[in-house]
């Protein structure tokens, strides 16, 4: 008999989501970005030569009102202690955030710059805000943290969100 | 992992963990290093666009996988005023101009 072949189970949060909304009241399900390509490009350096940033949807500047949130490029030397993550939707029954490195690798990329592995960290990360408006994020958000990425001359930009 | 897939990255690795900590448990440097850098090998070294399944699991049991965001009897009450509440604050806002 053959072994039991292990399967993974992944939760499936659009489903979940969508359930969890509808017993909320609302009428319309919510609907997520779909795109039928995805641009790609392979860095033409090896890591070591590469600089590196992080875009992330922790908030480091929450007196901002969620709703009129947009991008913003931060100096990584103003890297908050701790992020606010109260407003996103993570596992708060199972886990917590107060271990920054969990979400954002700032000392991981440091070591590893010191280290040589990669060239170094990018002057600033970049933050991007979680709303409904895929206009927003597709006409202004993501625009502009590319224009900041190819300002600070970043190779790779790991999208790393709550 | 379906939303990301739906939505279609480059290159993604996906942490089999609740939501909250992508990059590894809280205290967990080992899988926190182990993360990035094999987001950073993936990419330098993909020829396409890849998804990837880290080996980093959850350490406690796995209830998690269910109850998250659940609907059932026990929080029927519960999730009606949740949604009447977050009804409320999305008008609120739109009335104060709150929004982009």
């Known amino acids: 008999m053959k ?4 399967v993974p189970y992944f939760v499936p949060y659009m489903e979940r989501t969508r359930l969890f909304y509808r017993a909320q009241g609302f009428e319309k399900d919510y609907v997520w970005a779909h795109f039928e390509a995805t641009p790609f490009s392979k860095p033409e350096k090896p890591l070591e030569d590469c600089v590196v940033t992080v875009v992330t949807t922790a908030v480091a500047h929450p007196k901002i009102p969620k709703p009129t949130r947009k991008a913003e490029s931060i100096p990584f030397a103003e890297t908050p202690a701790q992020f606010d993550t109260s407003e ?7 886990t917590h955030t107060e271990d920054r490195q969990s979400y954002f690798p700032l000392e991981v990329l440091n070591k590893l710059a010191g280290q040589g592995i990669i060239k170094s960290v990018s002057k600033r990360f970049h933050f991007v805000p979680t709303q409904y ?3 927003a994020t597709i006409n202004d958000d993501a625009p502009a943290i590319a224009k900041a990425c190819r300002n600070d001359e970043v190779d790779i930009a790991l999208l790393i969100p709550l | 992992m379906d939303i990301v897939t739906h939505c279609k990255v480059p290159r993604y690795l996906h942490n089999n963990l609740p939501l909250g ?3 590894g448990s809280p205290g967990d440097r080992e899988t926190q290093m182990k993360s990035v850098l094999e987001a950073l090998k993936l990419a330098v070294s993909s020829e396409h666009s890849v998804v990837q399944v880290s080996d980093a699991c959850w350490k406690g ?3 998690w996988k269910e109850n998250y965001n659940k ?3 026990s929080n029927h009450e519960e999730l009606l005023r949740l949604g009447k509440e977050n009804r409320r604050k999305r008008a609120e806002n739109k ?5 982009r």
């Open chain 1, 3 to 6: 072994d039991q072949e292990f």
């Open chain 1, 88 to 94: 996103l939707s993570w596992d708060k029954e199972t």
């Open chain 1, 133 to 135: 408006s895929q206009g």
């Open chain 2, 21 to 23: 900590n992508p990059l």
């Open chain 2, 61 to 63: 049991n796995d209830h």
């Open chain 2, 71 to 73: 609907v059932d009897q």
């Open chain 2, 95 to 99: 009335a104060r101009g709150l929004s």
